[in-house]
């Protein structure tokens, strides 16, 4: 059985890179480790898929440190493993966020100067990609957040080109559901560390966390339907422009 849902997940992975084209003879690819779940999967699933795929591509693991007291060896021993070099940033962002600018609502900022710092460093390193472990509850809950605090519809998508930094952010679990990435961490024994951050589990993303898991309970194949509203959506099912 754990062996079948391996394969399942290295199948589902495969295919979303394959059906948005994610890589290329010749990447070199940054992948983002934060030491939560998503990213050691991410890591842990592109090695697999490295090994067997017919286009030659390079892993980097890359740590961008907001300023936290962090268990970095682990991280390192695991990139070790997987046989995939490791790369440490230092920042001072949570000093800027938290002690400078004394954010109300710190996440914002936050996630801006990590993303900057981790496409920075991928450029520094010669990589082309950087990968993030965002799965498809990040995309549902992305659209609601923009939904309900922004009145957009709007997430992020499988692959952006980043004009600024020149580089291409992939997502190669973004039809992968949270408990099936969770539950590959599991299996695998993928080292998890604890969020260190004051805001954490505190924040406008946990509210919609929330609102998606009562939703699910009640219509147990809400992100699969999402997900194909998302594959299929046409301007034509939407209001029209007013005059």
């Known amino acids: 059985m754990a062996k079948e849902f391996r394969r399942w997940v290295l199948a589902g992975v495969k295919k979303t890179i394959v059906d948005y084209g994610m890589l290329a003879?010749?990447?070199?690819v940054a992948v983002g480790l934060s030491g939560g779940k998503d990213s050691a999967v991410l890591l842990h699933v592109l090695n697999q898929v490295r090994r067997v795929a017919p286009v030659k591509f390079e892993l980097h693991g890359v740590f961008i440190d907001a300023g936290w007291p962090v268990e970095v060896n682990v991280l390192r021993e695991f990139c070790r493993r997987e046989d995939v070099p490791f790369y440490y940033k230092p920042t001072d962002i949570a000093a800027?966020?938290?002690?400078?600018?004394?954010?109300?609502?710190p996440c914002s900022l936050c996630a801006n100067l990590r993303r900057g710092a981790l496409h920075s460093t991928a450029g520094e390193l010669?990589?082309?990609k950087v990968a993030l472990g965002h799965h498809l509850d990040d995309v549902l809950e992305t659209f609601l957040l923009n939904l309900f605090f922004t009145g957009r519809f709007q997430?992020?998508?499988?692959?952006?080109?980043l004009d600024r930094s020149g580089v291409t952010v992939i997502r190669p679990l973004a039809c992968l559901p949270q408990e099936h990435v969770h539950e590959l961490?599991?299996?695998?024994?993928?080292?998890?560390?604890?969020?260190p951050c004051p805001a954490s589990g505190r924040t406008r993303r946990q509210e919609v966390r929330q609102v998606v898991t009562e939703l699910s309970a009640r219509y147990p194949d809400l992100r699969e339907?999402?997900?194909?509203?998302l594959q299929t959506a046409g301007l034509r099912n939407l209001w029209p422009a007013r005059h």
């Open 25 to 28: 003879s010749g990447d070199r």
């Open 96 to 105: 800027i966020v938290f002690d400078i600018r004394q954010e109300k609502n």
């Open 126 to 128: 010669g990589c082309n």
């Open 155 to 161: 997430t992020f998508t499988p692959v952006t080109f």
């Open 185 to 195: 961490a599991r299996l695998e024994r993928l080292p998890v560390l604890e969020n």
């Open 225 to 229: 339907r999402f997900l194909h509203a």
